[in-house]
C-alpha cells in the first residue's frame, strides 16, 4: 500500500522568508501525481500545486515551487516570500495513475505559521 | 456554479442516533467520494463512487453507508453513531478524464457525544 510521510507536524516562518516542507511517500508504482494542498483555518481544501510522476521538471505555481525527486521518493513544498495568508496546514497527497480510482492518500499534515 | 455542497456544517449526535450527511455536485462528475479528518492523521477515504449505481469502500468503510442514485448527489449514512466517528467529513468529486482535478466541499463537523 502506499504511505506518504509528513516529518514535520509544525513549522514557522518569518513573513517575506522562504520555508520548505518535507514529504516522503512510498510507492511500487511508475505513473502517479503527487499534489500539495492548503487547509486554513476555514477548512477548506485548497489544490496548491500538482505533479505528475512522468514529468521531469519540477511544477511552480507563483510563489509555490516543489522539489520532486522520484528516485529518492521525495516531494517537498518551497513557499517563498511568505505572507500571512499562507498560514495553514498543508497535505501532501499521492494518486495512482489508474482511471476509475481516484482516491488520494494524504501525509498527516504541517501545520505552518507565519511570523509577522 | 456552486461546485461540491455539503449539508450540514456541524452536527452533534448521540451514541446510537442515525444520520445522513448529504453531498451534491453541479459540475456532472462521475467521480464522488467521502473522506474524514482526524487529528494527526491526515484525510483517510471512506467510500467511493465512479458512477450512479456503482460505490465501493475506501479505507476505514465500517460503520458507514453509501448510495448514488443520481450523478448529483453521494450522501452518507451513518447507521448506529458511535464516539469513533467523531470526525470532519469532506465529500470530493472529480471528472474521470482530463486533468482529474478532486474538488472539495467545505466540510461537515460531526460530534458524537
Known amino acids: 500500500a502506499q504511505t506518504v510521510t509528513q516529518s514535520q507536524p509544525e513549522m514557522s516562518v518569518q513573513e517575506a522568508e522562504t520555508v520548505t516542507l518535507s514529504c516522503t511517500y512510498d510507492t511500487s508504482e511508475s505513473d502517479y501525481y503527487l499534489f500539495w494542498y492548503k487547509q486554513p483555518p476555514s477548512r477548506q481544501m485548497i489544490l496548491v500545486i500538482r505533479q505528475e510522476a512522468y514529468k521531469q521538471q519540477n511544477a511552480t505555481e507563483n510563489r509555490f515551487s516543489v522539489n520532486f525527486q522520484k528516485a529518492a521518493k521525495s516531494f517537498s513544498l518551497k513557499i517563498s516570500d511568505s505572507q500571512l495568508g499562507d498560514a495553514a496546514m498543508y497535505f501532501c497527497a499521492y494518486r495512482r495513475e489508474n482511471f476509475g480510482n481516484e482516491k488520494l492518500t494524504f501525509g498527516t499534515g504541517t501545520r505552518l505559521t507565519i511570523i509577522p | 456554479n456552486a461546485g461540491v455542497t455539503q449539508t450540514p456544517k456541524f452536527q452533534v449526535l448521540k451514541t446510537g442516533q442515525s444520520m445522513t450527511l448529504q453531498c451534491a455536485q453541479d459540475m456532472n462528475h462521475e467521480y464522488m467520494s467521502w473522506y474524514r479528518q482526524d487529528p494527526g492523521m491526515g484525510l483517510r477515504l471512506i467510500h467511493y463512487?465512479?458512477?450512479?449505481?456503482?460505490?465501493d469502500q475506501g479505507e476505514v468503510p465500517n460503520g458507514y453507508n453509501v448510495s448514488r442514485s443520481t450523478t448529483e448527489d453521494f450522501p452518507l449514512r451513518l447507521l448506529s453513531a458511535a464516539p469513533s466517528q467523531t470526525s470532519v467529513y469532506f465529500c470530493?468529486?472529480?471528472?474521470?478524464?482530463?486533468?482529474?482535478?478532486?474538488?472539495f466541499g467545505s466540510g461537515t463537523q460531526l460530534s458524537v457525544l
Open positions: 470530493a468529486s472529480s471528472p474521470l478524464q482530463g486533468r482529474k482535478k478532486l474538488f
Open positions: 463512487s465512479v458512477g450512479a449505481g456503482i460505490t
